[in-house]
């Protein structure tokens, strides 16, 4: 098992960036294919990108491709998600989740693992 905690949420103003984390436990965090995820309110959770396990692949949503920069760092068993250029639409719960398996997916119900997720508030 893993357990995944997500932090460096906030409120930032439209145009602003932010840096998330996601800590995970155990040992084996290098097998896990990690991804985010966010949910805005009264929207489904939507894909957002997704590392592979050795961290030489990455995946976006068209949504945040250019702006959102995915990264891992196996030792500090953490993946980070660089946020520039936030929008207004951007504002969501952010989610981190890993899977089992080498393929990274954009359905949530393909990743076994979620942390508590952190809010993302950008003011326009």
């Known amino acids: 098992q893993v357990q995944l905690v997500e932090s460096g949420g906030g409120l930032v103003q439209a145009g602003g960036s932010l840096r998330l984390s996601c800590a995970a436990s155990?040992?084996?965090?290098?097998?896990?294919?990690v991804g985010w995820f966010r949910q805005a309110p009264g929207k489904e959770r939507e894909f957002v990108a997704a590392v592979s396990r050795s961290g030489d692949a990455t995946y976006y949503a068209d949504s945040v491709k250019g702006r959102f920069t995915f990264s891992r760092d196996n030792a500090k068993n953490t993946v980070f998600l660089q946020m520039n250029s936030l929008k207004f639409e951007d504002t969501a719960v952010y989610y981190c989740a890993a899977r089992v398996g080498a393929y990274a997916k954009t359905i949530p119900s393909e990743y076994n693992y979620w942390g508590q997720g952190t809010q993302v508030t950008v003011s326009s």
């Open positions: 155990g040992r084996t965090f290098s097998s896990y294919t």
